[in-house]
């Protein structure tokens, strides 16, 4: 598993790493970490983080880091240039035949949607998340002067983990250049491969703005009642 850790924050205000700020009083990061780590799926949880955070990872969170196993490697730029540096801390284990990409971001994944975008790998090698789009969506080219309606039946909301057969995700990322990609999907689906799309939930927001917070606290009042 990539865990990518290596941004800003912002949006989220950019004072510091939005991944510092706190759900019960946990740390994003360490939240998503702990939440993976209950998944047998999950193996190897290799991190990247920025050089500016690197400080803080190992002093004030040197324990967390060191119990629940997680390897810190250096992020890039761009979040495709985090993921790249943390398949290459991955190495030719041939013993690992998936790797799943999660951002650090996302901490209220379900273990069931793991199971499943899991098993959808295993079968067709490329699977991500997603969940279908609930709005009218509209198309412009010129700004909002005019614009179209897409068919929302054709619409999915990308989220993590995507999950895909480790050469593949390799050779993807051997041929991009540059041309920016939001997420690894799209990298994936450029050279030629199917990804399929597998039904999750809006619970598995990403933190992206302060206001997120609340939403996830209340998420996670609602995931905690259904497991008493
Ligand atoms: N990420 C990363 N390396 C980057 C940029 C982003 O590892 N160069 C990570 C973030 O830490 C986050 C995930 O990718 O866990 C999704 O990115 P996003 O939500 O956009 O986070 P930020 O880039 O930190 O936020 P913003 O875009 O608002 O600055
Ligand atoms: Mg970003």
């Known amino acids: 598993m990539i865990l990518p850790a290596a941004g800003s924050g912002q949006r989220f205000g950019g004072v510091q790493n939005k991944l510092f700020a706190t759900l019960e009083h946990v740390p994003l990061w360490l939240f998503s970490v702990r939440r993976l780590r209950l998944h047998q799926r999950v193996g190897r949880i290799l991190m990247p983080i920025s050089a500016s955070d690197r400080p803080r990872f190992e002093t004030e969170f040197a324990q967390a880091v060191a119990e629940s196993e997680v390897e810190l490697v250096a992020g890039g730029k761009e979040r495709t240039d985090s993921v790249r540096s943390g398949l290459e801390a991955l190495g030719d284990d041939d013993s690992v035949a998936l790797v799943a990409i999660h951002d650090a971001a996302r901490p209220l994944v379900r273990h069931d949607h793991l199971d499943a975008v899991f098993a959808k790998a295993d079968q067709c090698g490329a699977a991500i998340l997603a969940t279908p789009v609930t709005s009218t969506v509209k198309q412009s080219f010129?700004?909002?002067?005019?614009?179209?309606?897409?068919?929302?039946?054709?619409?999915?909301?990308a989220q993590t983990p995507q999950v895909f057969r480790v050469d593949l995700l390799r050779q993807a990322y051997a041929k991009h250049r540059g041309r920016p990609a939001t997420d690894d999907a799209e990298l994936v689906q450029r050279i030629g491969i199917d990804v399929a799309l597998v039904p999750g939930s809006p619970e598995n927001l990403k933190i992206t703005y302060p206001h997120d917070l609340t939403i996830a606290q209340a998420i996670l009042n609602i995931q905690s009642q259904h497991e008493h």
């Open 142 to 157: 010129d700004d909002g002067h005019s614009c179209h309606t897409l068919d929302r039946k054709t619409l999915w909301l």
